[in-house]
């Protein structure tokens, strides 16, 4: 037996011409530029136009930067359906069309210079514009000659493919954008009716000479001006908030906001009316500025990115029916239980179909986390969510989309009905912070109106509410939270929302998916079990050098450094192997029905047989991600640690002596075992966090208190969750957690800063002597306080947990 995982040794180099551009090998008729070859004219193209516009650097990424080109053909008939295209358009008329793609291949400034030059390519382009951190193109064409479909054979042809999905994100992430407009707006008249009240205020301030005092009440009418459209506009969402909070019975910070905005308005309003005073009115304006500015840095969030994705990211726009003798692309809501629909290598099954016709050999790793494929012969089921692999299959469905497997695995009534409920700090100090605020309130308006004092008692009351108004408790947690959202984000990790972290700082339960979580599938080991000597490697080699395959290249790893021979009859069968005769044998190198002519199920290894002879057989596994032991061992200090897989046990002690003895480790887990342990560990009383990758987490994911979706590239395809770490900085996970309690402890320390200013603001409010400069002087000398201890005390915490370290990524291409 001979095993060996030399998997990291270059491959050997090829014969073959390649292209420049592509690296695709040259084959037939080929296309010549300053002595470089290329594939196609339009690779060849692509180098001319950054060759003559001094953009070189783009072949300094990467030997081969065109290598997203697709190496198979791609079906694209559906896009000439005018149903289809009608829903994908942005806008659309006799002349001219407008959409909007989705191109996970940007990832340099000179992709934005070449995307946004595709008029340079084809001249019915008007314009296009690119979104670099969303990833996305958008695209002005004219109609008639040109069509969507062709331009989207264009973008393939030049390496950029548009990923095309059921699920519109493009359209959604724009629709979302809508509320932050109109905050920035509010933000913006806010900030100039405080500009302007605050200019206008000073006179009051500073003393007024004969000259001025003419002008007082004209002063006061503008300042009081500048109140009404930030107390109507800017702070209406506060009063909307705070009338919902009530009819509730449920106190939020909104509700003692809305009433400190209220009262100030209205006792500036009674002060200027009458002219016994100069009001508050850049108290209030600097006031709702300022929480504004809080309430944007709070939704400020990662738009590029989708969280909430559901089955529909995953499937096609349209898929393939067979009428009769015809084959007619149509839309996927227009898929009906019986029509029989043609599903090609690597597509994806969409709904619950029987096998009528050819060998279908289906990757269901992203439904059930099983990396083996999956065999199925005529008149088997198979089930939504898996991709083909191999020759063209035609099914028959049997099953709704709507009503697939797969379909299910996302609206579980398990998880469906049960939302994630969690209460912030500042959600319950607000609680007490009303009721304690009213009561001291009133207290102080008693007092007055006993001893006889009407005013003070009026003036003392308003004072309370307009100083205690938690301005500065209000901006503590969105801008300690939006640090370290910045801090988690320099290290590859994208959090959905400022709440996560504080539910990541209440997490006790940590919970592993094995493939593709703690696996990394960029580190692949391969294995042989059989022998060859070396000329029969040699064989073996010839072979695989003449295909793309992926497992093709590792063998080539695998084998070395070692002399290839001529290669006469080669034919590869997508899916199932490849054949060919070398120096005179014949070398078959595939699953055991190709290799061997069966009609057995494989068991997921490469079979290599010479002259007919078995000689062994590949089989492959992914690593364990960089650093995993010393992961769990940091996690286990504070930490139960669980594993659910949907894989088979072989790796049992290999875990065992990587994981606590106190840990689950679970094999053979379905999404719904997988989600019904999660809340078995909840009833408990533990707060689950759960870390996976694929479908098959899913309802895990949305069931835990926090759900982190592991990717590798995280521009493709990731199920619901609270946050999405990059593969890469797997190993930075025990401090995440650690700072995102440092990062709780930040708030509880800026609120205890707010307390005290509260209190030396309290003294003289419940004296019924506070004047509109005190007011004006202390909430926002409170505010920057806030504000600047939150930076630099969220900052000091990452730097000591090690995540600001100088060699940290100063940002990260989305």
Not at 126 to 133: I, L
Not at 392 to 418: C, G, M, P, Y
Request: charged share 20%; with cysteine.
């Amino acid at each position: 037996m001979e095993r060996s995982a030399n998997t990291r040794e270059a491959v050997p180099t090829l014969d073959e011409p390649i292209c420049f551009h592509c690296g695709d090998k040259v084959v037939g008729q080929h296309y010549e530029c300053d002595n470089r070859l290329f594939c196609c004219l339009g690779c060849q193209t692509v180098y001319e136009i950054l060759q003559q516009n001094d953009l070189q650097r783009y072949y300094q990424y990467n030997a081969h930067p065109g290598r997203f080109k697709r190496r198979e053909p791609i079906d694209l008939a559906y896009l000439d359906q005018p149903d289809i295209r009608a829903k994908l358009v942005d806008y659309m008329d006799e002349r001219m069309s407008i959409i909007t793609f989705y191109i996970p291949a940007i990832h340099c400034s000179s992709c934005i210079w070449l995307l946004e030059n595709l008029y340079k390519l084809e001249a019915a382009i008007v314009s296009s514009q690119v979104d670099f951190m969303k990833k996305q193109v958008t695209v002005r064409f004219k109609n008639g000659s040109f069509s969507l479909r062709m331009l989207v054979e264009l973008l393939v042809g030049i390496g950029y493919e548009p990923k095309i999905t059921l699920q519109d994100i493009v359209k959604e992430g724009k629709e979302s954008s809508r509320g932050g407009h109109t905050l920035v707006a509010k933000i913006a008249v806010a900030g100039f009716c405080f500009g302007n009240s605050m200019m206008l205020s000073f006179p009051e301030y500073f003393g007024m000479d004969a000259f001025e005092k003419q002008y007082a009440n004209f002063f006061g009418y503008m300042n009081l001006g500048f109140s009404v459209p930030v107390l109507l506009y800017c702070a209406s969402d506060y009063f909307r908030s705070a009338w919902q909070s009530l009819k509730h019975r449920n106190l939020n910070l909104d509700v003692p906001l809305a009433l400190g905005i209220l009262v100030i308005f209205v006792r500036t309003a009674l002060e200027i009316l009458t002219g016994s005073g100069a009001g508050f009115a850049d108290t209030l304006c600097s006031l709702v500025f300022f929480i504004l500015i809080g309430r944007w840095v709070q939704q400020r969030t990662y738009h590029h990115l989708s969280f909430e994705r559901d089955y529909r990211s995953y499937f096609p726009v349209a898929v393939t029916r067979i009428e009769g003798d015809r084959e007619r692309p149509i839309p996927l809501a227009d898929l009906h239980v019986g029509d029989r629909i043609l599903v090609r290598n690597n597509e994806i099954i969409p709904a619950d179909a029987l096998l009528l016709k050819g060998a279908a050999a289906v990757d269901f790793s992203f439904v059930t986390g099983e990396s083996d494929l999956v065999e199925k012969t005529p008149g088997e089921l198979i089930y939504a969510g898996g991709r083909q692999v191999g020759e063209a299959i035609e099914v028959e469905v049997v099953k709704a989309v709507s009503q697939s497997h797969l379909t299910r695995l996302w609206n579980n009534e398990n998880f469906k009905d049960r939302e994630k409920t969690y209460e912030t700090f500042a959600g319950v100090v607000s609680k007490y912070f009303t009721i304690g605020l009213l009561s001291v309130a009133i207290f102080g308006a008693a007092y007055w109106l006993f001893g006889g004092d009407a005013a003070k008692a009026w003036n003392a009351f308003t004072a309370v509410l307009i100083i205690a108004c938690p301005c500065a408790l209000a901006l503590s947690s969105p801008f300690t939270l939006s640090a370290a959202l910045s801090i988690f984000d320099r290290n590859k990790m994208y959090i959905k929302n400022t709440a996560v972290v504080e539910k990541m700082a209440k997490i006790d339960c940590i919970v592993f998916d094995k493939t593709g979580t703690i696996t990394s599938p960029k580190s692949t080991r391969i294995f042989f079990d059989g022998h060859l000597n070396a000329r029969e490697k040699g064989l073996l080699a010839s072979v695989c050098r003449n295909s793309n395959h992926p497992l093709s290249r590792e063998i080539l790893r695998w084998a070395g450094d070692i002399t290839t021979l001529d290669v006469a009859h080669f034919e590869e069968i997508v899916g199932k192997g490849m054949k060919a005769d070398v120096n005179g044998k014949t070398v078959e190198i595939g699953s055991m029905p190709f290799v061997f002519g069966r009609n057995r199920r494989g068991d997921g290894r490469v079979f290599v047989a010479i002259d007919k002879e078995l000689r062994g057989a590949f089989h492959y596994e992914q690593s364990w991600r960089e650093g995993l032991e010393d992961v769990v061992q940091e996690l286990q200090q504070g930490y139960d640690l669980h594993l659910l897989s949907g894989d088979g046990d072989r790796h049992m002690e290999a875990l065992r002596a990587i994981f606590p003895v106190s840990s689950s480790i679970l094999f053979h887990q379905n999404p719904t075992d997988k989600l019904m342990q999660i809340e078995d560990w909840q009833r408990d009383g533990r707060r689950v966090g759960m870390l996976g990758d694929g479908l098959n987490d899913a309802g895990a994911l949305r069931k835990a208190d926090l759900g982190v979706a592991i990717s590798d590239d995280i521009n493709n395809f990731v199920p619901g969750c609270d946050a999405i770490l990059e593969g890469t900085s797997f190993r930075k996970i025990p401090k995440f957690f650690l700072f995102a309690k440092d990062a709780v402890h930040v708030i509880r320390m800026s609120f205890l800063i707010s307390l005290t200013y509260n209190c030396i603001g309290l003294y003289f409010a419940l004296q019924g002597t506070m004047s509109p400069l005190f007011a004006a002087i202390l909430m926002p000398i409170s505010t920057v306080t806030i504000i600047s201890f939150t930076s630099l005390a969220t900052r000091w915490f990452a730097r000591k947990r090690g995540l600001l370290e100088r060699t940290a990524a100063l940002g990260h291409n989305m």
